[in-house]
């Protein structure tokens, strides 16, 4: 429980680290904000766990093998796989919970969570100006401030970029100095000071473009913010992706996107073409033909082209001969046009299927994992002889970037279809399992792999 609170806030730590710039300051209500917090612990628990089983695991048979607790065990005659089948039984117990979490809870935790994060981004709450940034968060402005000082709320060198509405024309603003004050909770004035103002006016001709230049020595434009406050909308009503869905529904579409593969691959093998073999002799040779149709007609004779196209030999004119090539030529590039148009929909659902796969054995593989970082764990923590959480600290760190690198790229290489779902969820528990389960057997029992090599030489 220690180390997986100790995961669970560096986490969480890490998530604010990334996000609270766009919490904080921007008039968003603090339940929403603890909200947006407790939503995204869903996904930490299911990260935090296995780590903390890995780390929990290092430090217990770390701390057996430091007591010289091992060597006592065996001279007892006791197995100390009895003394792992505990920490077994525990962790296959969080592998079904962490799966039935992952599959019940984790979705809706993620939808609720990434509607939160859409309504924040889409609201804009908040003005936002910072220095020597284009900002464009009230519509039809655009804001650029060269200075800000944020005790009196002053501008400095402000450029306003004004796009034309049914009210107003675009206009190009400059000013040395500015200041902003806010008008209620809906409204918001810039004052400008010492600037020039550029404004293109109507003009009759479509051709010609009017500027007008405008000196001033003060200038006030009042803005509506109402729309800028943070509303919530309704996640139900948002479109699902793969990791706000369960295994049942992303089932249904795999299923479905299936159909539609064995579909075109019907479709394809319905577009067949039968075509007498071309040759190269034959093309030149009627290309040629062409050019001299085109060039001189009167001085080629309308004979037929003999060839060993068995087709054009059955057609006693040239035009008709032509006319044949011409028509073969228009049907081939139709027929790979069609082809390749359905081998993309096939490729685009294979795609589909694969990143659905993913997400559904992903909900496996990671609390899978817990059970692996006990094979592997105990007995690494045997072999070090260190129980203290610094040794166990650094050995899991080493051990969890092998395994997050290798979901990460598992699920990449996956998703481009370079290697099946399954391998890219389950490889590195499959590798790992086999040799936490080699380690195990060596320390728990007479079998020897070196000695398997010896016999083999």
Known sequence: MFCFFTMMFLLLLQFLILHIDKLIGKDIPISVIIELILTNLAYMVVLAAPMAVLIAT??????????NELTAIRASGVNPIRLMAPVFI??????????????????????????????????KPGFDLKPNSFYDGIEDYTFLVNHIDNKTDSLYDVVLFQEPTDNRERAYITAKKGKLVSEGSNGLTLFLIDGIMHKTMPSNSNADVNIERTRFQKHRITFDIGDLSFERSDPDRRNRSDRTMNIQSMQVIVDSLQKEINQQYLKSAEMNYTLPKIKASDIAQQRDFRILLIDDIDSVKQAPLTSDLIVLNTINTLDEQIEVLGRTVTDLQNYRATFQSSNANIVWRLKSVSKYTVEIYKKFSIPFSCIIFVLLGAPIGILTKKGNFGVAAIISSVILTIYWISLIQGEKLADRLFVSPFIGMWAFNIIMGIVGLVMLLQLTSEFQINRLFHRRV
Do not use: Y
């Open 58 to 67: 290092l430090m217990a048979f770390g701390k057996f093998s430091e007591l």
């Open 90 to 123: 525990a962790a296959t117990l969080l592998f079904i919970g962490l799966a039935w979490f992952s599959n019940s809870v984790l979705p809706e935790a993620n939808h609720k969570a990434r509607s939160l994060f859409i309504d924040i981004r889409l609201k």
